[in-house]
């Protein structure tokens, strides 16, 4: 949506998209930027619009939240801007309040970016509702903030870069750009098998490999470039699943030690929730991990079973097949016995 008077009629998406466009092509001081523990879909649309902007001749600064992980470092390079992890410095403040053009990819929530004066998001908001800065925000999470002059979000859409995509479709991408949108739409299409993978899907995988996107290398990359130590720690999330409810429902259960033994963080366990739905009459899969003020709950499903409300019961949120919650109110075992039990009764009524 563009801020608009209530009056006015809403912008359609064409509008919202050629809008967006024309604010990129004149971006002169251009920031990137994304949400925190970046992904494939993070980072491959950050560096993807960087390559573009920066073939254009726009000063570009891709601005994280947090570094890359180490299966996504190669993705950084190469290119004229610069790629850098936000410390909050004078320098890269100076950098967000000269930009006259910021760009928010696949995050819809300032506040994600931290509330405090030295956070990016706080940076970012300083430049609000100034007249020599646009703000654009391009995203397909549900429940966007209103914080952009220009917001596109299309919750359909499997992923950011795939937004992006179809947003260059009438141009001619380098093989860098091509190949960073593809990780981002292999990344958030789980390699092309969860839900919002569409024949368009394919269409767009197809192009970004005929403007140089190597899909071999990319899976390679990406699928391939784990740790040790995280495999070990998949290991105990798949040691730790337990059925209920007639084997529909799979529950995975990771403590704090679990993950701190193997000197690897609670945040490596992502992605491990999609082994639970691997499992043959498995409808609902749910990973449910303690953190230090915090048990973090990710809720999967297929077919017919919905997990968005369920999330919601427990003031999380997401989509009907993902969704994920914070639970600060209840000591961990407690939570788990709590999430479970949510669960279980969700099947019974679906
Ligand atoms: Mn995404």
Known sequence: MMNQPASTPQPTSEQIRLHVRTVLRGAQRAVITTHQRPDGDAIGSCMG?????????????????????????WMLGPGTGSVEVWTGDDRQQQLLAAAD????????????????????????????????????????????????????????????CAMLTDLFQDTSISSETAMAWYVGLMTDTGSFRFPR?????????SWLVACGADPVLAAEHVLSGGRFERELLLGIALQSMKRYAGDALCVMV????????????GQDTDGFVHHTLSI????????????EHVTKV?????????????????????????????????????????????????????
């Open 49 to 73: 619009l960087h390559h573009v902007l920066c073939e254009q001749g726009t000063t570009v600064t891709t601005m994280l939240p947090d570094p890359a992980p180490s299966n996504l470092q």
């Open 101 to 160: 053009v910021i760009i928010v990819l696949d995050l819809n929530d300032l506040s994600r970016l931290g509330i405090r004066e030295s956070d990016l998001g706080e940076a970012i908001r300083r430049r609000q509702g100034d007249e020599t800065c646009a703000i654009v925000n391009i995203d397909h999470h549900i429940q966007p903030e209103d914080f952009a002059s220009t917001q596109w979000i299309d919750t359909e859409a499997p992923a950011v």
């Open 197 to 205: 993978t569409t024949n368009h899907t394919f269409a767009q995988a």
């Open 254 to 265: 990771i403590r704090r030690h679990h993950y701190e033994d193997l000197g690897v963080s």
């Open 280 to 291: 043959a009459g498995v409808a609902m899969g749910i990973l449910i991990v303690e953190f």
């Open 298 to 350: 990710s809720f999967r499903s297929k077919g017919t079973t919905y997990v968005r409300d369920l999330a919601a019961s427990f003031g999380g949120g997401g989509h009907l097949y993902a969704a994920g919650a914070r639970i600060t109110d209840h000591p961990f075992d407690d939570a788990v016995d709590r999430v479970i039990q949510a669960a279980v009764e969700a099947l019974a009524t679906a």
